[in-house]
């Protein structure tokens, strides 16, 4: 497929999907080069690509991401390394979550209080 179609499956735009096959994330496993020298993407391109968008998107940096996916990248990780790296993620996603949870709890709080045409804790501190 060529690159139009395969950003249209991922999401991604074809600048994107560029920098990763500068940044050596799409190799020849993914890509082949058609008579004329254009890129044809394989079917196993799309769901590299996702899998790295939703890395990205769960806080993995593109450095993390490449570790896991090349093997030689990790510099030969053990299996337990591997895991206690995952572990950390696991830990730092929760981390994140409880922070959005509170962040939501509190617009909620706010919006109650604008819909009842009340003050804010912070309203009312500042009122005194």
């Not at 690159?3 to 999907?17: M, S, W």
């Not at 590299?48 to 450095?63: C, I, N, P, V, W």
């Not at 093997?71 to 981390?95: C, M, R, S, Y």
Request: charged share 25%.
């Amino acid at each position: 497929m060529l690159i139009k179609e395969l950003a249209e499956r991922t999401g991604l735009t074809p600048q994107t999907i560029r920098f990763y096959e500068r940044e050596g994330f799409l190799d020849q496993r993914y890509i082949r080069r058609r008579a004329n020298n254009y890129r044809d993407y394989t079917e196993d391109a799309v769901q590299y690509l996702l899998h790295l968008k939703a890395g990205q998107a769960s806080g993995f940096t593109l450095a993390e991401l490449k570790a896991f996916s090349d093997p030689e990248a990790t510099g030969g990780w053990t299996t337990e390394q591997q895991l206690a790296f995952l572990h950390q993620k696991i830990v730092d996603i929760n981390h994140r979550i409880a922070q959005l949870e509170q962040m939501r709890t509190h617009m909620t709080d706010l919006m109650h209080a604008k819909e009842h045409g009340t003050m804010c804790p912070r309203q009312k501190a500042e009122s005194r």
